[in-house]
């Protein structure tokens, strides 16, 4: 096979794997697209083994984060570039590895390894893409309550890679029926792991309100009241229906991240807006608020819990701000070049506290955004004795991209893998209800002013994925690193040479 064949199959193998994901949902090309990149890395050193990776990583990231055009094509292209790169060094280890025996459990566990070094740097990763979030309408995605997303994406490369190893034989010994049947039997165990409530407890009535935001695009709040007032106006029409007994009265209400952008403990009528809303509705709100930070040059991302009576109580300052929206890294020296990122004047500031919070008696999880994405902080919610997990987000800047349901995906799958409700609050969609076995319980549309109201059991047992997750991606990622150093020192004794 030709250098160029080799890429361009590469290149198609990334695309068929992204096509596994939403919006596109071709759940059935991931096989195919993993199997790929097995192929062309076979009979490759291993700087030919990054050059595929280097292109199946192109073709995988650039469709999968498309949405970031919305920005500008150049940010697409260096975020596109910068995952690729990761792929390129996992490929490279694949190139050492097929000439082992242990290739399907190496090139499984160096898998792992990619997605945690990728979930980790620079600026603390970008966990979009990872193979758990993309399996979500499939049994496979079962394995995540045991293992978390590490054992989810094991179990998928590994039984490709068995078939892939079984078809390369080309004889159907007891070896290759051994290794056939330990693939298709991976998604028969699927099938019996659990998918429901961990520990189940009372069931509350739960709110989550979408208020709908004026614009689009980059210009989606330019009218910052306009937005505010329509989260409180939806809040009010809905405390109409409940006391007409039309819709159940809730126990607790959600409102989205940057529901308010406007500082409602410096501005008064947006204090007493937010007040009206929640003194109608009678129940804590979780409000999505936007703050004057620690000093004049930052900002905070907030959830606050808003108590009618008593008014702004327990809050939640986002942990994980995302670089370049919102905060600047090398700000003093970026900022001379591009000036396109004086958009952002002020910093989000990090915040340093736990995410979960008290609402009525009950523990709620709070993540905001993209911080779905992120292993750790909800394995904090859980492990901090979060009952019910909550999703504040603002893809408003994202409307009509895919990112609205590749971020609702990642909330199905932090179903699954936690044993709790989810609720997903948006400011114009995708808003959603989500049951502990990952199914949709109610959602709303995009670009709609909606109430969803449901109830929901909450949970307090920790489930295996949640408590062990972290050791095993480690001890995966461990012996993906020691394989593969393995069978690259092997391959240098064979041919005697320095030569990678």
């Not at 006391?243 to 940057?258: K, Q």
Request: net charge neutral.
């Amino acid at each position: 096979m030709s250098g160029l064949a080799r890429l361009t199959g590469s290149a198609v193998a990334g695309l068929a794997a992204a096509a596994a994901f939403p919006p596109w949902g071709q759940i059935w090309l991931l096989p195919f697209g993993l199997a790929g990149l097995m192929v062309t890395v076979r009979g490759c050193r291993g700087r030919g083994g990054f050059a595929q990776g280097l292109a199946f990583g192109l073709g995988f990231m650039l469709p999968l984060t498309s949405w970031l055009t919305v920005i500008g094509a150049d940010a697409w292209l260096a975020v596109g570039l910068l995952e690729a790169l990761f792929y390129g060094l996992m490929a490279m280890t694949w190139a050492w590895l097929r000439i082992s025996a242990y290739w399907p459990i190496g090139i499984a566990c160096t898998w792992v390894g990619a997605e945690l070094l990728r979930a980790t740097v620079p600026f603390g990763g970008l966990p979009w893409g990872r193979l758990a979030f993309g399996l979500v309408d499939t049994p496979l995605v079962h394995y995540g309550r045991i293992g978390g997303t590490a054992l989810v994406a094991l179990v998928s490369v590994l039984s490709v890679a068995l078939v892939v190893a079984v078809i390369e034989r080309r004889q159907l010994d007891l070896r290759a029926g051994a290794m056939l049947l330990s693939g298709v039997g991976a998604l028969g165990v699927s099938l019996l792991l659990p998918a429901r409530a961990a520990d189940p407890g009372q069931a509350i009535t739960v709110a989550t309100v979408q208020g709908n935001v004026p614009g689009e695009g980059m210009n989606a709040f330019a009218e910052r009241r306009a937005v505010l007032r329509n989260h409180a106006q939806a809040t009010r029409a809905f405390s109409r229906d409940v006391a007409e007994s039309s819709r159940p009265a809730p126990d607790i209400v959600i409102w989205p991240e940057n529901s308010t952008d406007i500082d409602p403990f410096v501005d008064s009528a947006a204090y007493a807006q937010i007040d009206r809303a929640v003194q109608a509705i009678g129940v804590p709100t979780l409000v999505g608020a936007v703050v004057a930070g620690p000093d004049a040059t930052q900002v905070q991302n907030m959830g606050i819990v808003w108590t009618p009576g008593s008014g702004p109580g327990e809050r939640y300052v986002k942990r994980h701000p995302v670089p370049f929206g919102e905060y600047i890294p090398f700000r003093g020296i970026l900022t001379r070049y591009i000036s396109r990122l004086e958009q952002i004047p002020r910093d989000f500031a990090r915040g340093t506290f736990d995410n979960v919070l008290d609402m009525a008696g009950t523990r709620v999880g709070d993540v905001i955004c993209f911080e779905v994405a992120y292993d750790g902080l909800i394995r904090d919610a859980v492990n901090d004795g979060g009952e019910l997990l909550v999703v504040q987000t603002n893809n408003a800047t994202y409307t009509g991209t895919g990112q609205l349901q590749q971020q609702f995906a990642i909330s199905r799958y932090r179903a699954i893998e936690t044993g709790r409700t989810v609720v997903v609050s948006a400011t114009n969609g995708i808003s959603g209800i989500i049951s502990p076995d990952g199914e949709v319980m109610d959602i709303t549309a995009e670009k709609t002013r909606d109430v969803l109201v449901e109830e929901v059991t909450l949970a307090s047992g920790v489930t295996a994925g949640v408590r062990i997750g972290k050791w095993l991606e480690l001890a995966l990622s461990m012996a993906g690193l020691a394989l593969a150093a393995h069978a690259y020192l092997g391959r240098r004794r064979e041919v005697g040479t320095m030569a990678t």
